[in-house]
């Protein structure tokens, strides 16, 4: 066993050779739209991240479905769809599933992909000097909050959707063979939830510079009007201990940082020296908004820094 339970990462990874190791995740949520085959698309993408975040190519995908018997089954139809089609976008092959029936659909794949043992990036092993690059825009629980009370625009709802439907794989792609030392996909624990789980096991301490973080377009502003998700306040009851926030941050921003994300980017930590190569190969290679966004610097008295 390459990568277990013990350091809270994506995905286990077991070695089967010198050449192959297996990866290995499971993730399913209830639906974040109205749209079934939107739906069936992040759903899919979501559990899917998993496996580029440990530097891995998924192969196959299964379904796993709660359905309601209340539900027209042309709902269902959509939302597998969208899973099928996102799966396919990847590569990978959907093979089958289970469903149960459920009072509130709930739709996820489990995945099983590959990596060389020897390119396996993982959440623990950041470098002091390295820089992070966040390769989403933050923003995505406020926006979906939002949505459901219907206060967002067509275009806010269009570009929450774009950044949720999105694989990580053009990321992670573009990033091939540089000088990565660490990677982890921001999901529900919040960029400073991910982030903290970075800086516990690598032993080291974060700076995240508040002004270069990409937000999504409206995430400030309904911020500001108090629409958090009750994500976002479980996840700082749980490592605020661990941040020390400088005076000049916004209330809003910060709250943003915590934010629980829906199929997130990538947070990677990367040498120096490969910096821009990688800000070049991203700026062709993905369409969402990324950015450096902080450093990696020797263990302090907190886990995290915001400046």
Sequence with gaps: MIVGSDTSDDAAVYKINEETALVQTLDFFTPVVDDPYVYGQIAAANSLSDVYA??????????????????????????????????????????????????????GLSVTGTVHPEKVLTNNTARVGDYLILTKPLGLGVLNTAIKADAASK??????????????????????GLNISSCTDITGFGFLGHAYEIAKGSKVSLEVYSDKVPLIKGAVEFANMGMIPM?????????????????????????????????????????????????????????????????????????????
């Design 155 to 176: 275009e806010q709802y269009d570009m929450a959707v774009e950044t949720m439907i999105t694989l990580n794989k053009y990321a992670i792609e573009s990033l091939e």
């Design 54 to 107: 440990m530097g891995g190519q998924p192969l196959t995908a299964m379904n796993i479905v709660c359905f309601s018997d209340c539900l027209e089954l042309e709902v269902l139809e959509q939302i597998l769809k969208g899973g099928a089609d996102k799966t396919a976008e990847a590569g990978a092959l959907l093979v089958g599933g289970h469903s149960v029936k459920d009072n509130e659909p709930k739709y």
């Design 231 to 307: 994500g976002a306040y479980s996840n700082k009851s749980y490592i605020e201990d661990y941040i020390q926030v400088g005076a000049n941050v916004e209330e809003a921003i910060e709250d943003l940082l915590y934010d629980p994300q829906t199929s997130g980017g990538l947070l990677l930590a990367i040498h120096e020296d490969d910096v821009e190569k990688a800000l070049e190969r991203l700026s062709t290679g993905i369409d969402t908004q990324f950015a450096v966004v902080g450093k990696v610097i020797n263990k302090k008295d907190e886990a995290i820094y915001i400046y």
